[in-house]
């Protein structure tokens, strides 16, 4: 496989994939808040909220299929098509149980589930039904776009995700200020997604060599890949209870002020991470294919050198925010957020470090096939979590729920930084791997 660029290269292409739509987001949600008026920009957030959250029903497949496209092709794999059929049959069938779902809670959600005026009741049922469309293309473009990382074409997969992302912006801004309805702009949103969708497929065809397009339901390469997914699936699911649930106890146990107090600096705070995230998403496809040649001594390598690099490109902002928290949040949000979240904002700047830190042992266990120790991690937090995050903000409201989160991302550091030691350790060069493409594979420094 034909390497193209540094995981350096890498990393900064996702780093403008991530920090350009949310560029733009930041000019456009007045134009949008202003032309929708609350109830419909709520309406239209909350309707985004369900999309994003019905990547669940890509089950893991998309991390999957990026670690076995990349083995397949650093081993020269004729398979490789197989694989691609398989991901996309499965996704595609996996959407659409997503939007029958939908369409058949609806009602629910409308009615019963979320507080809605009676005006916008019809309005709604509309959006959400047009919503249920955008499922498939929505989780088969996770497939397509780790698909294009597996062959190491960061620059074509952010090239497409940017304008995607944008136009998530664009549209709702530009409808709205010429009138639109609702489920008109959300129906242009799914179009626009197909479209995406289309794109992708053909920048695939040209990214992968030799790719025959076969939707094939193959059990024996499904099977991997739905064993794989499947823990991922569990990581993903439980992963957002772990991150909101002290917003919920904030609110139960305190009151709706104290998680807006909250959640202002603790999402301001997570903007870093798109650090480590945009290194790890570099990182992953090749320490997949370095995993398939047995390359060892590279993947001990790369881990070393991601590590660093995290550390040093986070230590100074999160430095400043410790120090100079407070006086950020009161010229972002005023002086009430500064003397509420104070204490709270300089113990998240501690916990968000140890967290990007943690991102690169997690990546690496996922990509030498140990996603199930990521997900018997969580699933533990989560037992312990509950009553740590109850104690601490009963006893010491934002702060004590910025403590709770701290301390259950450093405890989860340091089991992943253990648990990481031991996967390396014991994972065995293949000797079956032909020298010259280990040689082939051995990645530039990060």
């Given amino acids: 496989m034909k390497r193209r660029g540094s995981i350096a290269r890498n990393s900064a292409f996702n780093l403008v994939g991530y920090i350009v739509p949310m560029a733009v987001g930041l000019l456009t949600v007045p134009i949008i808040t202003r032309e929708l008026g609350p109830a419909r920009f709520g309406l239209l957030s909350l309707a985004l909220a369900i999309l994003e959250y019905s990547n669940l029903f890509d089950l893991g497949l998309g991390a999957a299929t990026t670690r076995q496209v990349s083995a397949s092709l650093a081993t020269k794999d004729s398979n490789v098509s197989d694989v691609i059929g398989s991901s996309i049959a499965s996704q595609v069938m996996l959407g659409l149980v997503g939007s029958i779902v939908l369409v058949l809670i609806s009602p629910l959600l409308v009615h019963r589930v979320f507080v809605i005026p009676p005006d916008l009741e019809r309005e709604a049922l509309s959006v959400f039904r047009v919503l249920a469309m955008m499922i498939p293309p929505t989780v088969v473009l996770v497939s397509l776009r780790g698909i294009l990382e597996a062959a190491q074409r960061f620059d074509l997969s952010n090239g497409i995700r940017i304008p995607s992302s944008v136009a998530t912006f664009l549209i709702p801004a530009v409808g709205a200020a010429r009138g639109f309805s609702l489920p008109t702009i959300v129906l242009m949103l799914l179009l626009t997604r197909i479209m995406i969708c289309v794109v992708m497929g053909i920048a695939v065809s040209q990214a992968v060599p030799g790719l025959k397009w076969r939707l094939k339901m193959d059990w024996v390469t499904m099977r991997p890949l739905f064993v794989f997914g499947g823990w991922m699936s569990i990581s993903n699911s439980v992963s957002p209870m772990l991150i909101y649930l002290d917003r919920f106890m904030l609110g139960g146990l305190i009151g709706v002020s104290a998680v807006g107090y909250y959640t202002a600096p603790f999402d301001g705070v997570m903007r870093l991470l798109i650090i480590p995230a945009s290194l790890m998403g570099a990182v992953y496809p090749s320490i997949s294919a370095l995993a398939a040649t047995g390359n060892h001594e590279a993947i001990h390598r790369v881990y070393a050198e991601a590590l660093r690099k995290t550390i040093v490109l986070l230590v100074l902002p999160v430095l400043a925010l410790a120090i100079f928290g407070p006086w950020l949040l009161r010229l972002w949000l005023g002086e009430a957020f500064a003397t509420q979240g104070a204490t709270a904002i300089r113990i998240l700047a501690f916990g968000v470090f140890l967290n990007a830190a943690a991102h690169v042992p997690s990546g690496f266990i996922t990509a030498l096939?140990?996603?199930?120790?990521?997900?018997?991690?969580?699933?533990?937090?989560l037992v312990f979590h509950v009553p740590l995050a109850y104690f601490l903000i009963t006893h010491f409201g934002l702060a004590g729920a910025a403590l709770a989160w701290t301390t259950r991302v450093g405890i989860d550091a340091g089991l992943l930084f253990i648990a990481s030691?031991?996967?390396?350790?014991?994972?065995?060069?293949?000797?079956?791997?032909?020298?010259?493409?280990?040689?082939?594979?051995?990645p530039e420094p990060c």
């Fill in 421 to 442: 030691k031991r996967v390396l350790r014991d994972f065995k060069p293949s000797e079956a791997i032909p020298v010259e493409v280990v040689r082939a594979l051995d």
């Fill in 369 to 381: 096939g140990r996603p199930d120790i990521k997900a018997k991690l969580h699933l533990g937090e």
